[in-house]
């Protein structure tokens, strides 16, 4: 009943609202479950959609066992079309901003301490296959670049060769939204990257490789996932570091940077965060093991 409402929805995501593909796809899935569950309550179009049908909708999701996170972005979903949809006169009034939005507990995130870093850096540099091997040093490229620069796996595994600066040490990162930014990156990474731009990548390039920065094994363009295999290969390699996805090398280099006496509003340019709120989780973060650190040292804590 509602597919070519949805199609066009697809496109205005991605097209006019410029929303990741796996954004896109959280959202279109929202509210396509929406819409069936009104259809099954005898809604037969659009303009019969009201807050009393969307309630019961996320109230079911609540009786369902979603998770906060789940309901919060169900929510946003909904509120995204509802919004859209009036715009284009499908529906006479907008219930969205009658929704309320379910509370997020914040749980801190799990970070790497400094000497965790270092250890996982040197000691991913130590491979079996040395320095010739190019998937060794593709890996070490996205080690130090994630853990440099707090980019995203998804920003990473879109760069393109030319989007290294080596002259003013700066990457050119496409982030959300296909927002653009310019992040410094420190030697150590500009060196890995360099080294694998020259002496590996072209062992796995093909013609198909496109301007692509990092390959796959095939010569494509490396995938988000492969990524992530390849961070957490990485990291069991190196005894005492804990297990982490590429998003806690990001999370670490935040913290890192805000231990290091980093303002908040340059943490947030460098993390691409639209709001300042998102990027005070981390000083929580710093906060709680700073208090960590004084109960285990001072004598009366």
Do not use: N
């Not at 295999?229 to 913290?255: F, K």
């Amino acid at each position: 009943m509602f597919a070519a409402l949805l199609t066009e929805y697809e496109r205005h995501l991605t097209v006019e609202r410029s929303l990741s593909a796996h954004t896109a796809r959280a959202y279109l899935g929202d509210v396509s479950d929406l819409l069936g569950y009104a259809a099954t309550t005898g809604v037969t179009g659009l303009a019969e959609l009201d807050i009393g049908v969307v309630r019961a909708w996320l109230a079911r999701q609540h009786a369902l066992g979603r998770a906060r996170a789940t309901l919060a972005r169900r929510t946003a979903a909904v509120r995204t079309f509802t919004a859209y949809a009036h715009r284009r006169g499908l529906l006479s009034h907008d219930p969205g901003p009658l929704l309320g939005t379910p509370k997020q507990l914040r749980t801190l995130p799990t970070v790497l301490r400094r000497d965790e870093a270092a250890a996982l850096l040197d000691g991913a540099a130590e491979t079996p296959e040395g320095d010739t091997d190019p998937q060794a040093l593709r890996d070490q490229a996205i080690l130090e670049l994630l853990y440099a620069t707090g980019i995203r796996v998804g920003e990473l595994c879109g760069l393109d060769v030319d989007d290294l600066d080596l002259d003013r040490c700066t990457v050119r990162v496409l982030g959300k939204g296909g927002k653009e930014r310019t992040v410094p990156v420190g030697e150590p990474a500009v060196r890995a990257v360099e080294d694998w731009r020259r002496r590996g990548r072209p062992a796995l390039a093909t013609g198909g490789s496109g301007p692509a920065l990092f390959l796959g094994a095939r010569g494509g363009r490396l995938h988000p996932t492969s990524a992530r295999r390849i961070v957490h290969a990485r990291i069991a390699d190196v005894e005492g570091v804990r297990d982490l996805s590429p998003h806690g090398l990001r999370h670490s280099a935040a913290t890192h940077l805000l231990e290091g006496g980093a303002d908040l509003r340059s943490v947030q340019e460098i993390l691409g965060h639209a709001s300042l709120q998102t990027t005070q989780l981390y000083t929580h973060v710093t906060a709680e093991r700073l208090k960590r650190t004084y109960e285990q040292a001072h004598p009366r804590a």
